[in-house]
Nanobody
Framework: VQLQASGGGLVQAGGSLRLACAAS????????MSWFRQAPGKEREFRAG????????LYADSVKGRFTISRDNAKGTVYLQMNTLKPEDTAIYYC?????????????????WGQGTQVTVSS
């Protein structure tokens, strides 16, 4: 599966962004999907994941109540709605696909990655 992420940008603290990740290739609904971030000099970090049916979601503690992950299997797209953004959310955001029913938080489990989209939150 090939992944193409979009929607990043520059926003002020307290603002919102919506990221999208479009998949092509193998059946999108075969994959649990997740979003990770990576800041300069840091490891890739799990943000949110969604099961292949969309029926269950998983969030990092620091984004619960602010971020919402969703997917549209008919369109082959996963979204990350990010609200109440903080400067510490600044990073490159990556979508990733895992051929399983539910997502897990470890980056090493994911075989497929999008190219990343930059999110910058100014204070």
């Amino acid at each position: 599966v090939q992944l193409q992420a979009s929607g990043g940008g520059l926003v002020q603290a307290g603002g919102s962004l919506r990221l999208a990740c479009a998949a092509s290739g193998r059946a999108f609904s075969d994959y649990a999907m997740s979003w990770f971030r990576q800041a300069p000099g840091k490891e890739r970090e799990f943000r949110a994941g969604i099961s292949r049916s969309g029926g269950s979601t998983l969030y990092a503690d620091s984004v619960k109540g602010r971020f919402t992950i969703s997917r549209d299997n008919a369109k082959g797209t996963v979204y990350l709605q990010m609200n109440t953004l903080k400067p510490e959310d600044t990073a490159i955001y990556y979508c990733a696909a895992q051929r399983s029913r539910t997502p897990i938080t470890g980056a090493s489990a994911y075989a497929y990655w999008g190219q990343g989209t930059q999110v910058t939150v100014s204070s």
